[in-house]
């Protein structure tokens, strides 16, 4: 299994946009979900948004309607596009993905991840 790698962090103003990505060459194995999740300095780590193998998303409250998440399986990539960033956006941002799991945990769920990347940091400036 490959550690996925993270791209696409950065400063940005609040406001602005970002675009995330994250490459695996288990990205298009079949069965595997993914998430993006963030840990600000003295904060938990929390998970920002999951997709499954069917390509069901589902979002942390705070970002619904602001962030995308999607899966490019012929590219192997994994994104998370970032709009109206808010300065509480801020954090690195961590891309894990997870081994078919007939129990269909939500997605949310970290503790159902196997695999981590080591992160991306976002930086939103007021």
């Known amino acids: 299994q490959e550690q996925p790698v993270e791209s696409g962090g950065g400063l940005v103003q609040a406001g602005g946009s970002l675009r995330l990505s994250c490459t695996s060459s288990?990205?298009?194995?079949?069965?595997?979900?993914w998430g993006w999740f963030r840990q600000a300095p003295g904060k938990e780590r929390e998970a920002v948004a999951g997709?499954?193998?069917?390509?069901?998303?589902t979002y942390l409250d705070s970002v619904k309607g602001r962030f995308t998440i999607s899966r490019d399986n012929d590219k192997k990539t994994l994104y998370l596009q970032m709009t109206i960033l808010k300065p509480e956006d801020a954090g690195m941002y961590i891309c894990?993905?997870?081994?078919?799991?007939?129990?269909?945990?939500?997605?949310?769920?970290?503790?159902?991840?196997?695999?981590w990347g080591h992160g991306t940091q976002v930086t939103v400036s007021t």
């Open positions: 894990a993905a997870r081994r078919f799991n007939v129990d269909r945990p939500g997605l949310l769920q970290g503790s159902t991840y196997q695999y």
């Open positions: 997709i499954d193998d069917f390509d069901s998303t």
């Open positions: 288990t990205l298009s194995s079949d069965g595997f979900a």
